[in-house]
């Protein structure tokens, strides 16, 4: 049973825009939320972060948003570059337990010129 | 600052060998996470070490186990090896395992059993 679920496996924006990706998660003990990028054939790479007291954290053009009673968060990406182009997975971790990050299955997002 | 290190790049071993692979995390970190990458079941936690230590364990055999040493470079290891095993095998460092501690992953040994 998946605990982080990506709902959309793939987003197409134009540049300039805003990205916006969504991730719902099904378990209230989560205390902290990452998102990664990853290109292919390499590591992910950490992006922005959220503790779950807080219901909003900014980081230049990223931001993330936590709506607990909804058990979900976005990122947003404003504005989109053709760089951003990667795949995006949202990860989840109880407290105590950071070193074991459970992963969504991702959202591949394209950026066109 | 380095970032994290895993060896090799690329591995191609038959069914019922076994495989060692290497991870150095980032200079300081003591947390090492091990994470199993395939196309139909994304990113799957295998195991986290933290000062030689097994701190969490995720759902796979047996056959999967680790190690770390005393400067925190850890090893896993995979025993008779199947196909379903071949996959991006990911390591992530982090400092230390208190609230708000983010991961930072190394580029992946890709395993391709044959």
């Known amino acids: 049973d998946q605990q982080v679920k990506q709902n959309s496996p793939s987003l197409s924006v134009q540049e300039g825009r805003i990205s916006i990706l969504n991730c719902d998660y099904t378990?209230?003990?989560?205390?902290?939320f990452l998102w990664y990028k990853k290109y292919p054939a390499e590591g992910p790479t950490f992006l922005i972060s959220?503790?779950?007291?807080?219901d909003k954290n900014e980081d230049g053009r990223f931001t993330v948003f936590l709506n607990k009673s909804a058990k979900h968060l976005s990122l947003h990406i404003v504005p989109s570059q053709p760089g951003d182009s990667a795949v995006y997975f949202c990860?989840?971790?109880?407290?105590?337990?950071?070193?074991?990050?459970?992963f969504g299955k991702g959202t591949k997002l394209s950026v066109k010129p | 600052k380095a970032g994290v290190t895993q060896t090799p790049r690329y591995l191609i071993k038959t069914r019922g060998q076994q495989v060692t692979l290497s991870c150095s995390p980032i200079s300081g970190h003591r947390s090492v996470s091990w994470y199993q990458q395939t196309p139909g079941q994304g990113l799957q936690f295998l195991f986290e070490?933290?000062?030689?230590?097994?701190?969490n364990k995720g759902n796979f055999p047996g056959r999967f186990s680790g190690r770390q040493f005393s400067n925190s470079r850890s090893e896993m290891n995979v025993s008779t090896l199947e196909l379903g095993d071949s996959a991006l095998y990911l390591c992530?460092?982090?400092?230390?395992?208190?609230?708000?501690?983010?991961?930072?992953f190394g580029q992946g040994t890709r395993l391709t059993v044959v």
């Open positions: 992530a460092s982090s400092l230390d395992r208190s609230r708000g501690t983010e991961a930072f």
């Open positions: 959220i503790s779950s007291i807080k």
């Open positions: 990860a989840a971790s109880f407290r105590g337990s950071q070193g074991n990050l459970i």
């Open positions: 070490y933290f000062s030689e230590t097994q701190r």
């Open positions: 378990n209230s003990m989560f205390d902290y």
